[in-house]
């Protein structure tokens, strides 16, 4: 039982508004520029990840009941107040491979009470770097903020429809599984658009905001256990998607938020979207 966590929650909040500005500042400076380094996945490194890494290392460091922040662009984990109680999971600069194409990308936090597994996330939060800087803060209900006039304005709280009408399937398409292209394909065929920019962020955020549908991550041929890192991409934004009413699950229908990472950079294939996507992903993948 923490009192405080409303508390300490509302101070992290504010200290992710101020650095998502410092990062907007960085995305713009970058031109696409990449240093000569990889991560520990092996994706060459972007400036600003990195600089994005190093804002947030920074200035979250600076909460004392932030006691860990583990970031997708590195190997372990930093301890910065060991009377800290949260542990921060974040990825930087998600979509660093479209900052070039000048796409949006977007900065995902979970913030744990405790072990990184889903049932500790006690928030989450993104920002949207795209015409304008959206940002999103998940703990009671899921709220949209719009930065205007120097200040991140509510705007409103994101609700999932029951069911929507965007289609987002990422992997590559060549190694899909008979049964995950049939549900794809079978979305289509009820009138579902496709939408899919190559970044989860505005990706996600645009179902959130258009109020529903199905953002995919497959397993496949060529990459069974998914692209995308359970720590920093998929529990915070399955914690969002379920507060909003919808769903994320697994290949196995396992509820994301269920999942126990082992390792840091542990991944997983994942569905987020409103019940009825969700629901039909389950019947398919039952089947095959
Ligand atoms: P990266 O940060 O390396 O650009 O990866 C982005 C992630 C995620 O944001 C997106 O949904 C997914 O990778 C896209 O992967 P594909 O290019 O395989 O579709």
């Not at 994706?43 to 990195?50: E, G, H, I, N």
């Not at 009408?165 to 398409?173: A, L, R, V």
């Not at 542990?266 to 409103?274: A, E, I, V």
């Amino acid at each position: 039982m923490n009192d405080n966590l409303e508390k300490d929650l509302a101070e992290i909040f504010e200290k992710i508004k101020e650095v998502a500005i410092y990062i907007q500042g960085v995305i713009g400076e970058s031109e696409g520029e990449y240093f000569e380094t990889q991560n520990s996945t092996g994706d060459m490194q972007l400036k600003a990840d990195v600089k994005a890494d190093l804002i947030i290392e920074k200035e979250l460091s600076k909460i004392a009941t932030i006691k860990s922040l583990c970031s997708e662009e590195k190997d372990e984990c930093v301890i910065c107040n060991l009377d800290g109680r949260y542990h921060v999971g974040y990825d930087p600069l998600d979509g660093s491979s479209i900052v070039e194409a000048n796409l949006s990308v977007g900065t995902i936090f979970g913030i744990y009470d405790g072990e990184f597994t889903g049932e500790n996330l006690v928030a989450s939060a993104y920002v949207v770097y795209g015409p304008g800087i959206e940002l999103v803060l998940a703990h009671k209900s899921v709220d949209l903020y719009t930065f205007q006039y120097g200040v991140f304005e509510y705007k409103k709280s994101l609700i999932l429809k029951e069911r929507g009408n965007i289609n987002s399937p990422g992997g590559t398409q060549q190694h899909w599984e008979k049964h995950h292209k049939e549900v794809i394909e079978s979305f289509f065929n009820e009138g579902y658009r496709l939408r899919y920019s190559g970044g989860m962020v505005p990706d996600l955020h645009q179902i959130l905001i258009k109020g529903g549908g199905i953002f995919s991550y497959p397993g496949t041929a060529d990459r069974p256990k998914g692209k995308l890192r359970m720590i920093f991409e998929v529990l915070p934004f399955a914690h969002i998607y379920e507060l909003a009413g919808g769903g994320a699950i697994d290949a196995k229908s396992t509820r994301a938020l269920e999942l126990k990472p082992e390792h840091y950079h542990d991944t997983t294939p994942c569905f987020l979207g409103s019940k009825y996507e969700i629901e039909k992903i389950k019947e398919a993948y039952a089947k095959s």
